[in-house]
């Protein structure tokens, strides 16, 4: 259309116009009929696979309990269980069981639903006290929710699932508070993350002086002031309140 056509046009409105687009959204996966193709349910055939252990080739024991998987499944998902099953880190045959120090066996449980279903799983409540008080129970939990997390994120680290340890990451900076940023900084420092180690140190340089001397209670308060100082060389930011001598 000729510009000075389209500016004699009762479309045109106050030096200005609509145009309509009337988009079609046609799916690869719809056949020449029109049907539509079924579900995917991987994830769900992967965790059925692992808990009716068919055709299970390994089996772990952790903190006690015996755990049945498939090789070629860790193997694919974990270059460090590609390494420790096929590898030169190679433990024994098929028919031995793999021990795993330092680690929960609720732990290592909710590390295989992950590497099975590609979800994030979630913290078995086994073990609560259930005549114990509405708040109290609360905090039991949260507190039980962290370790727990703080395990899986440290079982993320240790057999290289990146993804993992994103979420397990993200969920620890959300729930940094007054009695966790000591664990969760060290945890942060132990595994050089430093997203959630910038995460702690956010948290604690907005608290209070009043509140950051409670801090000061913490055992591991000198690794606070420690790993503090020498993020503060490098960003320039300082303490709220004097810290403690540290021997």
């Known amino acids: 259309m000729r510009k000075d056509a389209l500016e004699r046009s009762e479309n045109m409105k106050r030096d200005g116009f609509t ?3 009337d988009i079609m959204v046609c799916s690869a996966e719809d056949d020449a009929a029109g049907g539509t193709a079924p579900p995917r349910y991987i994830c769900q055939h992967f965790n059925t696979l692992l808990e009716s252990k ?22 694919a998902r974990s270059t460090v269980f590609m390494a420790q099953l096929f590898g030169p880190m190679k433990e024994g045959t ?13 732990v290592f449980r909710a590390l295989l ?31 039980m929710r962290l370790q727990w997390l703080r395990g899986l994120f440290t ?41 959630l180690k910038m995460a702690c140190f956010k948290f604690i340089q907005a608290q209070s002086s009043s509140c950051l001397k409670r801090y000061q209670k913490d055992a591991t308060y000198g690794q606070i002031v420690s790993l503090w100082n020498g993020w ?6 300082e303490l709220h309140c004097s810290p403690v001598q540290v021997p």
Request: glycine letters at 6%.
């Open 54 to 75: 068919v055709g299970a080739d390994v089996t772990f024991e952790v903190s006690g309990e015996t755990f049945a998987a498939h090789r070629c499944v860790l193997a």
């Open 94 to 106: 098929t028919s031995s069981v793999i021990r795993i120090e330092d680690m929960e066996a609720k």
């Open 19 to 21: 145009i309509r687009c």
């Open 232 to 237: 503060s060389a490098i960003s320039g930011v």
């Open 113 to 143: 639903r992950f590497i099975y279903t590609d979800s994030f799983p979630e913290m078995e409540k086994e073990g609560m006290q259930e005549e114990a008080q509405d708040v109290e129970q609360g905090q039991e939990e949260d507190e």
């Open 155 to 195: 079982a993320a680290d240790r057999y290289d699932l990146q993804h993992l340890k994103f979420i397990c990451e993200k969920r620890l900076s959300e729930d940094i508070g007054v009695s966790s940023v000591a664990a969760t900084l060290v945890l942060a420092e132990q595994h050089d993350c430093s997203g």
